[in-house]
């Protein structure tokens, strides 16, 4: 994911391109300004980008940075380094050395600072300069390079890139359960994080997106009937489909969303598992790429434990953008029988969002009632970056603590700890 992240240094901005159409088949739409630019931007300065950071934002996989190594990271159109001490603690500072502007990362990991490549400048996590060989002792102290405060959790590392001391981290108690099959995984997709989000916010996709899956199977593809409601920690949305099938989401605000999903069936009998607990975060890395994070806490014991986890070292990894060329000709990889890290529901999530177009031209949309969600998200953002732009505090956002109990489709076995 690191080599993605670095990869691009497209702005946030609008821009018409050539070739018109990209390499998934899809046309560009010519680029507009309007009222819609706000909300797909995330650069430092613009009205989302500072909205943005006065969260937590998770900026890579913790298991995939081992103490005393650093990789490159590309978040909210920044570049950066992010490596982790040898006492195993994560650090993001600058991606280049102020000196000759050479990468970090490619430089040594030393205790806890980062000595560059080039010519041996040495920083400590807060991005102070401690050592240059080559330099008299009166330099380093004058010399300071950007740093982020970082927080392993959930299996994910965290940055805090808003102004000022950084807030507690948020927790999620499905997340802290002393039993079960946790883990985290990330994939970058080609459009931009607000189209990613909005898609969260629309209970009627799984209806026809999700068909030939068992997780739309099991939830039913009658196309149901829509509530939002704003709450202290962000957005609660129900989709009814019966009266004893009500799915419900918790969207935190601003950018993660908790499901339950299918986890397949249990080991060695055709019962379902209790369902898996999803954290979605859609993290903006420019303007035409979002960084999708997800946390799982599946909550099963035993041999069937282990059998999950064999199963997700084979497949969860799967990412649809690998794949585009041969899922916009429609050619779908296999359901594995509802499990969590099922390839189709990802790849059918892919083929509809990025099918949109690296950004979305909001102002040819036709929107109906069963977009209920997206305009009620859009609304919220648009106050909330009013705010903003006027000078004024937006929202105090608190955090959802407890666990959230999120009800499931009738004959499925609920959480032990619910």
């Not at 690191?2 to 821009?15: F, I, V, W, Y």
């Not at 650069?43 to 998770?58: C, I, N, S, V």
């Not at 009937?225 to 918790?250: D, F, K, M, P």
């Amino acid at each position: 994911m690191a080599k993605r992240l670095a990869s691009r240094n497209s702005t946030d901005q609008h821009r018409s391109r050539s070739p018109a159409v990209n390499k998934t088949g899809v046309r560009r739409p010519k680029a507009k300004k309007g009222v819609w630019d706000e909300l797909v931007q995330s650069a430092p300065g613009t009205p989302m980008g500072k909205l943005l950071r006065q969260f937590w934002q998770p900026v890579a996989i913790s298991n995939e940075l081992a103490p005393g190594s650093a990789m490159p990271i590309r978040v909210m159109c920044e570049n950066l380094t992010l490596y982790r001490g040898e006492n195993g603690a994560p650090y993001i500072v600058d991606h280049v050395c102020p000196h000759r502007l050479t990468l970090l990362h490619t430089g040594w990991v030393e205790g806890d600072c980062l000595r560059c490549r080039y010519h041996g400048w040495k920083f400590d996590g807060r991005g102070q300069c401690i050592e240059m060989p080559a330099e008299e002792d009166a330099f380093p102290p004058k010399v300071r390079i950007t740093s982020y405060p970082a927080a392993d959790y959930a299996g994910i590392i965290f940055a805090w890139m808003g102004d000022g001391a950084p807030p507690p981290l948020p927790r999620k108690r499905e997340m802290e359960r002393d039993y079960g099959v946790q883990w985290a995984s990330t994939q970058v997709w080609p459009c931009n994080w607000f189209q990613r989000i909005e898609n969260s916010m629309d209970a009627v996709h799984v209806s026809f997106v999700h068909r030939e899956t068992g997780f739309g199977e099991v939830l039913s593809y009658a196309v149901p009937t829509l509530r939002y409601e704003e709450t202290e920690w962000g957005i609660r949305q129900y989709a009814s489909r019966s009266n004893s099938n009500v799915r419900i989401s918790n969207f935190s605000f601003p950018n993660c969303n908790h499901i339950v999903v299918p986890t397949g069936k249990a080991h060695g009998s055709p019962a379902p598992r209790p369902w898996t607990d999803i954290f979605n975060w859609f993290v903006p890395v420019d303007g035409e790429h979002t960084a999708f994070f997800t946390a799982r806490s599946a909550p099963i014991r035993g041999a069937d434990a282990e059998v999950l986890r064999d199963q997700l070292a084979a497949t969860d990894r799967w990412n649809p953008a690998d794949h585009a060329e041969e899922l916009f000709k429609g050619n779908m990889p296999s359901d594995n029988s509802g499990d969590t890290a099922t390839a189709l529901v990802n790849a059918q999530d892919y083929v509809v969002q990025v099918g949109q177009g690296a950004i979305v031209d909001r102002s040819r949309e036709r929107l109906g009632k069963s977009d209920e969600g997206v305009i009620f998200l859009r609304k919220v953002f648009q106050r909330e970056l009013a705010a903003i732009k006027s000078g004024k505090p937006t929202k105090r956002w608190n955090q959802f603590e407890d666990f959230a109990r999120l009800p499931l489709p009738p004959n499925v076995p609920p959480a032990p700890d619910l």
